[in-house]
């Protein structure tokens, strides 16, 4: 594993202290925080026949009336507004 730079160190040393944390516990939480956003942006997910099965039937469904969105999407936008 490469050693950080006297740079990185001070830049992550002051941003732990910020956290009133070590170095170490701010590094295990920010490599903790990566994995857990590279997990999430993983595109492939497994299921097997019957949930699949459920799942293409919910993205094939007609969508439901949703009236929060719906009115929001009825709201103009302030810059479509048209000044007095």
Do not use: Y
Not at 35 to 59: C, I, P
Request: aromatic share 8%; proline share 7%; net charge negative.
């Amino acid at each position: 594993m490469p050693n950080a730079h006297p740079g990185q160190r001070d830049l992550i040393d002051h941003a732990a202290h910020l956290l009133g944390k070590n170095r170490s516990d701010f590094m295990l939480e920010a490599a903790c925080e990566r994995a857990q956003s590279v997990l999430l942006d993983q595109v492939f997910f497994g299921l097997d026949a019957e949930k699949f099965r459920q799942f293409t039937a919910m993205l094939d469904a007609p969508p439901r009336a949703n009236e929060g969105l719906e009115r929001l999407m009825a709201v103009k936008a302030p810059w479509e507004s048209n000044p007095a």
